[in-house]
C-alpha cells in the first residue's frame, strides 16, 4: 500500500492542525496506521497509532491528551488531529502502515514497511 501524508504548515502556539494520510494500491482495511515525527539530527519518534478497526489507539507521553489519532476506512485515510500544539512539536510528520505489525511492537519504525512522503508542522512561539 502506498501512504501519503499532507495538512501540514505553519501554526502558532496553542492552535490545531489536522494531519491526513491517504492510501491507495491496494486495501487498507486491514492496516495498523502509525504517526511517527522526526527532527533534524534526531531519531524518528512515536506520536500516535490505531489499528485496523480503530479499536485499539495509543498516544505517546508527549501527545497525549493533544493529539488524536482516528481512521475512516472508508476513504483510505487515517487523521491526526493535533490540538494545543507546542513549539517543540514542530517536526516532520510521517505515516507508517502495516498489516503485520504486533501490538508489543507498534512504536518502533522498523515495525513499517509502509511509509508516506512526510509533511512539515511548523509551530511559532
Known amino acids: 500500500v502506498q501512504l501519503q501524508a499532507s495538512g501540514g504548515g505553519l501554526v502558532q502556539a496553542g492552535g490545531s492542525l489536522r494531519l491526513s494520510c491517504t492510501a491507495s494500491?491496494?486495501?487498507?482495511?486491514?492496516?495498523?496506521v502509525s504517526w511517527f515525527r522526526q527532527i533534524p539530527g534526531k531519531e524518528r519518534e512515536f506520536v500516535g497509532t490505531i489499528n485496523w478497526n480503530s479499536r485499539r489507539t495509543y498516544a505517546a507521553d508527549s501527545v497525549k491528551g493533544r493529539f488524536t489519532v482516528s481512521r475512516d476506512n472508508d476513504q483510505n485515510t487515517v487523521y491526526l488531529q493535533m490540538n494545543s500544539l507546542k513549539p517543540e512539536d514542530t517536526a516532520v510528520y510521517y505515516c507508517a502502515g502495516s498489516n503485520t505489525v504486533i501490538a508489543s511492537a507498534r512504536m518502533s519504525p522498523a515495525s513499517y514497511s509502509s511509509w508516506g512522503q512526510g509533511t512539515l508542522v511548523t509551530v511559532s512561539s
Open positions: 494500491g491496494r486495501t487498507f482495511r486491514g492496516y495498523t
